[in-house]
């Protein structure tokens, strides 16, 4: 079981917009440790979608955007495309484990 | 530009040690700004944290597996090493080594993996 929690799936219709929850709680997320979001595609390496709670990288689109707010955070993702069809993990930083902490991961559907 | 580039054995016996190494490219071990870790994704299952090490040489584990695992580095070949002890079908996955910042600011910058099998 993971110390963050996500939904194990989410689906949308192309050009829609869906979010993505992380529930966390007071040694990670509620301490105020930023919250950063990856995208995996099948057979890669997860890549960098979301750092620091809302920015993202150079090259990621702006259709992706992250929230936080007290325990939990958010990735929203706007103008749904069939390329958006993965895998996507939260992860933050948990004082009491003294390390890196993951979501279980949320499979998007793109209908 | 930044590159992480995991060896090491694709098949381990059960009871033995699973070993990788990490090559780092385009970037200094030797840097206080960052952590080295390794993470692992069983086939078909989620992301693991299963360790870390700073540039002074210490070391960050995971509570499920510390008793197994042990990281160093070797900051001369700018290289850095997982051992996985006493590993079982259950430690099949593909490990990943991965960058990030020591303030956790910033996501973690991923090598592209290698799957390690556990079987007889």
């Known amino acids: 079981q993971s110390v963050l929690t996500q939904p194990p799936s989410v689906s949308g219709a192309p050009g829609q917009r869906v979010t993505i929850s992380c529930t966390g709680r007071?040694?990670?997320?509620?301490?105020?440790?930023?919250v950063h979001w990856y995208q995996q595609l099948p057979g890669t390496a997860p890549k960098l979608l979301i750092y620091?709670?809302?920015n993202r990288p150079s090259g990621v689109p702006d259709r992706f955007s992250g929230s936080k707010s007290g325990t939990s955070a958010s990735l929203a993702i706007s103008g749904l495309q069939a390329e958006d069809e993965a895998d996507y993990y939260c992860?933050?930083?948990?004082?009491?484990?003294?390390?890196?902490?993951f979501g279980g991961g949320t499979k998007l559907t793109v209908l | 530009q930044l590159q992480l580039q995991e060896s090491g054995p694709g098949l381990v016996k059960p009871s033995e040690t699973l070993s990788l190494t990490c090559t780092v490219s385009?970037?200094?071990?030797?840097?206080?700004?960052?952590?080295w870790g390794w993470i692992r994704q069983p086939p078909g299952k989620g992301l693991e944290w299963i360790g870390s090490i700073y540039y002074r040489g210490s070391t960050y584990y995971s509570p499920s597996l510390k008793s197994r695992v042990s990281i160093s580095g070797d900051t001369s070949k700018n290289q850095f090493s997982l051992k996985l002890s006493s590993v079982t079908a259950a430690d099949t996955a593909v490990y990943y080594c991965?960058?990030?910042?020591?303030?956790?600011?910033?996501?973690?910058?991923w090598g592209q993996g290698n799957l390690v099998t556990v079987s007889s």
């Open positions: 991965a960058r990030q910042s020591s303030s956790y600011t910033s996501g973690y910058f």
């Open positions: 007071s040694s990670n997320i509620g301490a105020g440790y930023d």
């Open positions: 620091g709670n809302s």
């Open positions: 992860q933050s930083y948990d004082s009491s484990l003294s390390g890196s902490v």
């Open positions: 385009g970037g200094s071990m030797s840097s206080s700004s960052y952590f």
